[in-house]
């Protein structure tokens, strides 16, 4: 199967390379997309050298820094598209900073082979963790999972983890193009309408490693927008089932 990594990129100058090498190592068939926002460090210079030097990595240079959901919906455009080593069958989404581990791609990839429209990287099933997370940070993440999928009514513990394969035939059906959301609300709105649609989900275990090198890009307004939009659609899936109708999204 042809499988495309797509990692955006802001200010990974100290994880880029070695980031790249280990997905390499990893899925040495792979080809990688990296989608730097413009980074000041150098990033996007720095993965175009390693691109020249490794191969099957392409880096898309953005203008600025426009957010997570807007990277992801123009990297996965180039995905689908073709524009990334051919037509894809799989589509992986994770950080380029080792919080995900890059090992755990063919464990992904290979749910997707079984027939899953989504594998999430899970940090809240039997065997997953985080490590090096304050106690403050857990509990918040802990917490917005279980509300997240309370008030949408998904089958999933981990609705916030970026580290996922997709079928590219799910990824489409979808249309990431017309979603909106940024920040790691994008990620529970891209679940949100692959359950709608009745794509298959799993959950694999992984263990979340807090970054070692750069800056967290999150923050408290990526928090707050997050938790806003998941009530909204939440109250929106709620009125759809007491007036009779469905959702937007599942008339997608």
Request: a positive charge; one cysteine or more.
């Amino acid at each position: 199967m042809h499988v495309v990594v797509v990692a955006p990129t802001f200010q990974e100058r100290e994880n880029v390379e070695r980031f790249l090498e280990a997905v390499r190592a990893a899925v040495p068939r792979a080809h990688v997309l990296v989608v730097d926002d413009n980074s000041p460090d150098g990033t996007g210079l720095l993965a175009d050298q390693a691109a020249q030097r490794l191969g099957q990595i392409q880096v898309l240079h953005r203008a600025g820094k426009t957010g997570l959901g807007s990277a992801y919906r123009e990297g996965f455009a180039q995905a689908l598209g073709g524009a990334v080593g051919g037509v894809p069958d799989v589509v992986v989404s994770m950080d380029a900073d080792f919080s995900h581990d890059p090992v755990v791609i063919p464990q992904l990839v290979a749910h997707v082979e079984a027939g899953a429209g989504l594998a999430i990287g899970s940090r809240y099933v039997p065997g997953g963790g985080t490590v090096n997370w304050p106690l403050h940070r857990r509990l918040l993440s802990r917490w917005g999972n279980r509300y997240t999928a309370w008030i949408l009514r998904l089958p999933i513990r981990d609705c916030t983890s970026g580290f996922r394969a997709y079928s590219a035939h799910a990824l489409r059906d979808i249309d990431p193009a017309s979603t909106r959301a940024e920040g790691y609300a994008m990620l529970t709105e891209y679940a949100r309408r692959l359950c709608r649609r009745g794509h298959a989900v799993t959950e694999v275990p992984i263990s979340f490693v807090d970054r070692q090198h750069g800056t967290s890009k999150m923050s408290g307004r990526i928090v707050i927008e997050s938790m806003m939009r998941v009530t909204l659609w939440g109250l929106q899936d709620l009125f759809g089932r007491v007036v009779g109708f469905g959702s937007a999204d599942r008339r997608r």
